[in-house]
């Protein structure tokens, strides 16, 4: 501390917003001003029924019975079973080796973080099989600065359009292989070396349909990320500004589980 003395530490504060700034200047304001309505909240999960769109070969996935009406019992209540990868959910490390931390012992800080939002819904609509690629991650560090540590990385593919039609969504071929599109390997990679909090995107799974070796979810999960498949509609969060509250099941050693995300953006932000 001596050595920096009052002028140095100026420097470094300065230094620091400067660092901040092009991120977001109101990062800091977006929940306090949710009452007021400068922030909005969006909900980025679909509501569960049995009508979502299962992971192909899945034979169960929802089942709800009423066990008590207001009518018979004075108050009503249901009981569900469901899949742990079913509707918008998530994925902990455990489900892909090596990862090995269930859903119920993820360090609660990495659910909250800024949202980076990787838009590919042109090349998607293009290509079903697109990959996000390295150097699109770098196109965005360039527009927005250094892909913050403990972000949360968002793939927009526009596939949300396609929900809850399952033949859509899941656009088999004539051998039953998947088509939609997905995070790279080394696109993950890079982001691991940001060292963000979970990846999320807006189809089946974070690898894309075709994929056999699930190369990304080995390597996220691996790594200690989660991830955030089916999200509903991202076409409102912007490429940066937005926050990111991810609040998953607590489901004790679970390999994932349904989760509900919520992004904070500015009310004026653009998409
Ligand atoms: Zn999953």
């Known amino acids: 501390m001596g050595v920096l003395g009052r002028s140095g530490i100026f420097v470094a504060c300065v230094a620091l917003f400067m660092t901040l700034l092009p991120q977001n200047p109101h990062r800091d304001d977006l929940l306090t001003n949710i009452s007021s309505g400068k922030s909005r909240v969006l909900d980025l999960s679909y509501a569960i029924n049995d009508k979502l769109v299962p992971w192909p070969g899945d034979t169960r996935w929802f089942e709800s019975q009423v066990n008590s009406t207001v009518e018979k019992n004075g108050y009503f209540s249901r009981s569900f079973w469901m899949l742990e990868h ?91 292989r998947m088509h939609f599109p997905g995070f790279s390997a080394e696109a993950v990679k890079v982001l691991i070396e940001r060292k963000v909090s979970g990846l999320g995107c807006d189809t089946l799974s974070a690898d894309y349909g075709a994929s056999t070796d699930f190369a990304v979810h080995h390597l996220a999960l691996g790594a200690g990320l989660y991830q955030l498949e089916n999200l509903a509609d991202l076409s409102e969060v912007p490429e940066v500004g937005a926050f990111l ?27």
């Open 86 to 176: 079913y509707g918008t959910h998530l994925d902990a490390p455990i489900h892909f080796p090596p990862g090995k931390i269930t859903v119920d012992k993820i360090p609660a800080k990495q659910f909250f973080g800024p949202a980076v939002v990787l838009d590919v819904r042109a090349d998607a609509a293009r290509d079903a099989d697109f990959l996000l690629s390295r150097g699109r991650v770098e196109d965005w560090e360039k527009r927005h600065g250094q892909v913050p540590k403990g972000a949360i990385v968002l793939l927009r593919t526009g596939w949300a359009a396609r929900w809850p039609d399952a033949q859509r969504y899941r656009n088999q071929d004539g051998q039953g």
């Open 245 to 271: 509250i991810v609040a998953p099941i607590k489901l004790e050693g679970g390999s994932g589980g349904a989760v509900r995300v919520f992004a904070l953006v500015e009310q004026e932000s653009g998409k």
